[in-house]
């Protein structure tokens, strides 16, 4: 009995490390509570978890791959969130720091936590190029994007930093989920929003499924990156549903044409029936997880649309 204990005690400790990942987080708005409570979770978790974020909140860059400082932290492209804060948002590093490095905020200076005066997208670059080099040797195990505070839904995906870079990572070959919560996630206080650390219990369970099922393989396919919604005021229950990036609108964006000039719109009207599996309407009340393919290349059918479409053209 107790040779079968050993081996089974040895089995088990030659089976854990490999669910123990190399994560790397990152998103679009710095410092927050959500970015805490879910690198609080991986690492309780097992997993070997670098942040790269922005240094300051970046929602709606995108893809856009831009620095904003080239040396030091400087307030110049997003004076109006440097000089509100003295430097990165919730004190992550001050003015005049270097424009790329590790937190200098008590109780994040370990080397885990690291920021980039960028885009969302050079701080994923700089986590993949710059900081898994130096911690493993290699590209991560998994990306994770998020959670974001707001979800990601509908056409405004195309504009989400928090989509951008996982369709970055994906674009590298690498396993990557956007995480998008509610606003109400949000504690730029104490960094400990209750609704926070639920969120991060929920994500390092999917996580833990697509390790499940993935055994050996990769996590995801190739080509494919995941945008998971969860919904306001989140509970450790809730339940999980597929979804796809519909038609409805949650946002209903346009251009206020009047002071202060920028974004204006109204809630989107009523869903269909039709639309009852988008993402903007399933993550009200269950997380919603939405396939994603990675690039701009249509579907097989959308090709020979435009074969035959422009054959003329594309013969000559």
């Not at 099922?213 to 396919?221: F, R």
């Not at 002071?259 to 009200?284: C, F, H, M, N, R």
Request: net charge neutral; charged share 15%; with cysteine.
């Amino acid at each position: 009995m107790k040779l079968r204990l050993a081996a089974a005690a040895a089995l088990l400790g030659l089976a854990s490390p490999a669910f123990a990942l190399n994560i790397l987080l990152s998103n679009d708005d710095g410092l927050t509570s959500n970015l805490k409570a879910l690198y609080e979770a991986l690492k309780a978790d097992g997993h070997d978890v670098i942040v790269s974020v922005p240094c300051t909140g970046q929602s709606g860059r995108g893809a856009a791959i831009v620095m904003y400082s080239t040396s030091v932290i400087i307030s110049d492209n997003d004076k109006t969130q440097i000089d509100a804060e003295g430097g990165c948002h919730n004190g992550a590093a001050a003015t005049g720091a270097p424009a790329v490095g590790p937190f200098t905020k008590a109780g994040y200076t370990g080397g885990d936590y690291n920021y980039v005066h960028g885009t969302p997208v050079m701080a994923t670059m700089y986590g993949l190029d710059v900081l898994a080099k130096a911690r493993w040797g290699k590209a991560p195990d998994l990306v994770l994007s998020g959670p974001n505070e707001g979800q990601n839904v509908g056409r405004v995906v195309n504009n989400s930093g928090t989509v951008g870079n996982a369709q970055f990572a994906a674009g590298r070959g690498l396993p990557a989920i956007a995480l998008s919560a509610g606003s109400d996630t949000t504690d730029n206080t104490g960094l400990a929003n209750a609704y926070s650390a639920v969120v991060a219990q929920l994500s390092v369970k999917l996580v833990k499924e697509l390790q499940a099922k993935a055994g050996s393989g990769a996590l995801l396919p190739d080509g494919l990156a995941l945008n998971v919604n969860f919904p306001n005021a989140p509970t450790a229950g809730l339940s999980w549903a597929f979804s796809r990036h519909g038609s409805f609108e949650l946002y209903a964006l346009k251009f206020n044409n009047t002071p202060p000039y920028g974004i204006g719109g109204a809630a989107g009207t009523a869903a269909t029936a039709a639309q009852a599996e988008d993402e903007a309407l399933v993550s009200k009340t269950k997380v919603s997880v939405t396939a994603m393919q990675v690039g701009f290349d249509h579907r097989p059918a959308g090709q020979q649309w435009l074969r035959l479409r422009l054959r003329d053209l594309l013969s000559k």
